[in-house]
């Protein structure tokens, strides 16, 4: 074992506000450079973690400590703290990175006691993660591994990872950028926003909407306490709210969903093996390529009398049953509204 580094201190539920902490004197810092770090392992009931393999940074643990209001403390005032309520130990052993904090009292005065306490990694790109913290958000970066993190209480922020990404938080929301692979993201405290991913892809929230961009692969996401916006999807996307209408555009995919709490707009610029929308509170707008053939099965309230080119079957009020162009991929559309259908 080398490298060892134990400390006692004392830690708040305060989450330290990770991107503020770049611009601040570390508590503690920790070179990397000679344990070819592979794995992190980091466990915290207080403070944010942030992880990253960008290439140009030296490889090190910083450790920022902040009183329970978020305000800097001298470096004096933080140690006297820190040696009264927590054990902290910081140690490598076998290319593995170990971080964690533990409370030595069972009760102690947050008010006058309490510190936020932020951890940020500088480590090698192929590195693997399993972090951990109730007080804080987590932020990794320019990772290829498997990486594993939770927190009930801050934001998950996600960027340039490829490989197995699994996190969860119920006190934050979601932002997951330029990622691959493997991605399951999970949130009940707040709205998820995905951009330029790719690969097979869950997203899940209770507490916010979802905003999906530039996607492409296996993809479902679902929220019961938001709206759900879509752009340019390619692949397969489930997806589905109880909690806000739906905005799809620009989509070129297999498509289900659904929505019971507001209406469904739906824009396909190409359809994949199917497609199946529907909403039980709101009217449904679907536009279809006019190059592709279809098999309709619709039912609402009112669907549109728009004059479709190439339709064969029958087309009533409240029920269409037919093909267009032949006929060949099945569109499934049902509304306790209306129905507008578009080729273009």
Known sequence: MKGILTLLFAAGFGAAALAQDGNKTPYLTKSLANDAINSVVVETSAGGIFVT???GEAPRIEVYVQDNHGHELSH????????????MTINVSGHELNATVRNIHEHMDWNNDGLSISFRIYVPKEVSTNLKTSGGGIDLSDLSGNEDFSTSGGGLHVKNLSGKIHGKTSGGGIDVESSSDEIELKTSGGGI?????????SLLTSGGGLELINLKGTITA??????VRCHHIEGELTTTTSGGGMDLTDMNCSLDAHTSAGSLNVQMKHVGKYLKV???AGNVRLQLPSQQGFDLDMSGERISDHIISGFKGDWSEKRVNGSINGGG?????????NIDLKID
Not at 78 to 87: G, I, M, S, T, V
Not at 222 to 227: A, D, E, V
């Open 193 to 201: 926003h995905a951009k330029d991913c790719s690969g097979n892809i």
């Open 278 to 280: 529907g909403s039980s």
């Open 76 to 87: 004096e005032e933080a140690q006297k703290r820190l040696e009264k309520n927590f054990d």
């Open 53 to 55: 393999g960008r290439s």
């Open 222 to 227: 679902h929220t019961s306490g938001g709206g």
């Open 329 to 337: 991929i099945p569109v499934e559309v049902h509304s306790n509204n």
